[in-house]
């Protein structure tokens, strides 16, 4: 797996040192209400799925650094389905210190071109919650398009909650972060 390397992010392989950070991030209650995730997360679970993980050729799964070497978040692509070159990406910066840096936009940027250029991907897709308007913002930057509404589709907090699932085609792709290295 590659380091990817960025202008304010450092991309680099999920490591067994990442997983408490991942646990705490995907249980904490404000970032809980940026996700499409509605279990809760437990570190033996964690740890098992981890070990899967090394084998498992639809997801790639990436720590985000800073430059200086703080872990603030996590992302990748999952269901990676070689045959038809799609898979679909997330990101959850979980240290909200780096919230509203627009480092969001950035993240998903390099992540998406790398996917394009280096996987071969033809599409990326994701399904996003209809009331997190940051999200938007920046996948509309980078050309996703909303391809439909997905009424109802998950219970959060005892609420159902609608999703847009979102999908964006190499030929639509408007990098906003041309520099990276893959180390």
Known sequence: MPRILSDHIVLRPLELRDLENRVAWFNDPQVRQTLVVTEQFEMDKTRRWFERLQSDSTRV????????GITIGVTGLVGIEKDHAVAECYCVIGNKEYWGKKLGTEIHSVLIQWAFETLGLAKIRADIRTNNPAIFRVVEKLGFKIEGTLRQEKVVSGQRIDLYRIGLLRTEFTPTHHRFEVQ
């Open 61 to 68: 799964e990436f720590a985000i650094d800073t430059p200086e």
